[in-house]
């Protein structure tokens, strides 16, 4: 069997660059790189509703903004499935076999879901259902036979917590038929988290410091010119810090040698830049000028994809239909192997009632 991925995203929103840089880019290239057999890409909605419970409206109308976005960054429907989670009914009922694979203080004690559950002050009203979060990841690893999963640093707690219940669930029914997954992290240190254009660790729709692969060339701009940079640089000949600079940040993750002759000619590598800002004599306003110019050659190919697929939505509703079609067809394969090796495929098991005739013949 071939290497088979299963990725996706929360349709909480339109995606961002940290999307963009942590994920989408590795996944077009992924797509093209001919190493994977199937990929399948998950609008996962049923899990977005674990904290959005009630308020399923954001959800439902976000769900076709992730689609254009995907769309728009390269992803080819020829080349990968891509499905809403919702719609693959057989997941539920591979998270209901799965809860009876791990306890409730191993939930308790994944620091991804610690951290998620104070982030969103569930402390005291905590819904089982994000509880169970890790439980639900798990279905949609395994139904489809992913054995590549790409994931940031921090939800590594999360596949680990994957593998347990794959080889718990292998060892318990003497079989191999779930696949036990390896993470895919991005190579680019930068592109793991990229940080919000106020500094803040973390790019949040929630927090208002994102640029979005949908703003315009008038928002990435007025974004770009608003970012934060060295507070201590407050004159031009005064040396500046790389550390903490969300500008040589961003710098670090988009910008290419070639951008440096179009768009800043007085340098011809980022680490000349760098070298200038830091003994003195280089402005914010240039630094950011530039990285105006490098956003916008990036997200020039994105916004063009965009706006003709939001042309054509009948055209994006039926690839999430025939993607959905696909990944059913295989969650319901995989959930027949497991049911076989669970023995309670009690219809097809034709020894079962041969065994219950002999039993009662005597």
Same mark, same amino acid.
């Given at each position: 069997?071939?290497?088979?991925?299963?990725?996706?995203?929360?349709?909480?929103?339109?995606?961002?660059?940290?999307?963009?840089?942590?994920?989408?880019?590795?996944?077009?290239?992924?797509?093209?790189?001919?190493?994977?057999?199937?990929?399948?890409?998950?609008?996962?909605?049923?899990?977005?509703? *674990? =904290?959005?419970?009630?308020?399923?409206? !954001?959800?439902?109308? +976000?769900? /076709?903004?992730? @689609?254009?976005?995907?769309?728009?960054?390269?992803?080819?429907?020829?080349?990968?499935?891509?499905?809403?989670?919702?719609?693959?009914?057989?997941?539920?009922?591979?998270?209901?076999?799965?809860?009876?694979?791990?306890?409730?203080?191993?939930?308790?004690?994944?620091?991804?879901?610690?951290?998620?559950?104070?982030?969103?002050?569930?402390?005291?009203?905590?819904?089982?259902?994000?509880?169970?979060?890790?439980?639900?990841?798990?279905?949609?690893?395994?139904?489809?036979?992913?054995?590549?999963?790409?994931?940031?640093?921090?939800?590594?707690?999360?596949?680990?917590?994957?593998?347990?219940?794959?080889?718990?669930?292998?060892?318990?029914?003497?079989?191999?038929?779930?696949?036990?997954?390896?993470?895919?992290?991005?190579?680019?240190?930068?592109?793991?988290?990229?940080?919000? *254009? =106020?500094?803040?660790?973390?790019?949040? !729709?929630?927090?208002? +410091?994102? /640029?979005?692969? @949908?703003?315009?060339?008038?928002?990435?701009?007025?974004?770009?010119?608003?970012?934060?940079?060295?507070?201590?640089?407050?004159?031009?000949?005064?040396?500046?810090?790389?550390?903490?600079?969300?500008?040589?940040?961003?710098?670090?993750?988009?910008?290419?040698?070639?951008?440096?002759?179009?768009?800043?000619?007085?340098?011809?590598?980022?680490?000349?830049?760098?070298?200038?800002?830091?003994?003195?004599?280089?402005?914010?306003?240039?630094?950011?000028?530039?990285?105006?110019?490098?956003?916008?050659?990036?997200?020039?190919?994105?916004?063009?994809?965009?706006?003709?697929?939001?042309?054509?939505?009948?055209?994006?509703?039926?690839?999430?239909?025939?993607?959905?079609?696909?990944?059913?067809?295989?969650?319901?394969?995989?959930?027949?192997?497991?049911?076989?090796?669970?023995?309670?495929?009690?219809?097809?098991?034709?020894?079962?009632?041969?065994?219950?005739?002999?039993?009662? @013949?005597?």
């Amino acid at each position: 069997m071939g290497k088979i991925i299963l990725t996706g995203d929360r349709p909480t929103g339109r995606l961002h660059l940290g999307h963009y840089v942590g994920s989408l880019k590795e996944r077009v290239r992924l797509q093209n790189s001919g190493e994977f057999e199937k990929i399948f890409i998950m609008i996962a909605d049923a899990q977005a509703l *674990t =904290d959005n419970f009630d308020n399923p409206e !954001k959800i439902r109308e +976000n769900i /076709i903004e992730v @689609a254009l976005d995907y769309l728009a960054a390269g992803l080819d429907p020829e080349k990968v499935n891509i499905f809403i989670q919702s719609q693959v009914q057989e997941l539920t009922e591979f998270t209901f076999y799965y809860m009876n694979m791990v306890t409730l203080a191993r939930l308790e004690r994944n620091p991804t879901v610690k951290q998620e559950i104070v982030l969103r002050n569930f402390e005291n009203s905590l819904p089982m259902g994000f509880l169970t979060y890790p439980v639900s990841q798990t279905a949609d690893i395994t139904a489809f036979k992913a054995d590549t999963v790409p994931v940031g640093e921090d939800q590594l707690p999360m596949l680990e917590q994957a593998r347990e219940i794959v080889r718990k669930f292998n060892f318990t029914y003497n079989t191999d038929v779930l696949v036990e997954p390896e993470a895919l992290i991005p190579q680019n240190e930068t592109c793991r988290r990229l940080p919000g *254009t =106020d500094g803040k660790a973390k790019m949040s !729709k929630s927090l208002g +410091n994102c /640029i979005y692969l @949908a703003d315009t060339e008038e928002d990435v701009q007025k974004k770009v010119m608003s970012m934060f940079t060295d507070p201590d640089h407050l004159k031009v000949s005064d040396p500046g810090k790389l550390e903490g600079n969300t500008v040589f940040t961003y710098l670090d993750a988009f910008c290419k040698d070639e951008y440096f002759a179009e768009y800043c000619p007085d340098y011809s590598t980022l680490d000349e830049m760098k070298a200038h800002y830091q003994r003195g004599g280089l402005g914010d306003v240039k630094v950011k000028r530039f990285l105006n110019s490098v956003l916008q050659e990036e997200l020039a190919p994105i916004r063009e994809r965009r706006a003709k697929w939001q042309q054509d939505i009948p055209g994006v509703y039926e690839i999430l239909k025939k993607g959905t079609e696909v990944a059913r067809a295989e969650a319901k394969t995989t959930l027949e192997d497991m049911k076989r090796a669970m023995k309670i495929n009690y219809f097809e098991d034709g020894a079962l009632m041969q065994s219950h005739i002999d039993k009662y @013949a005597k």
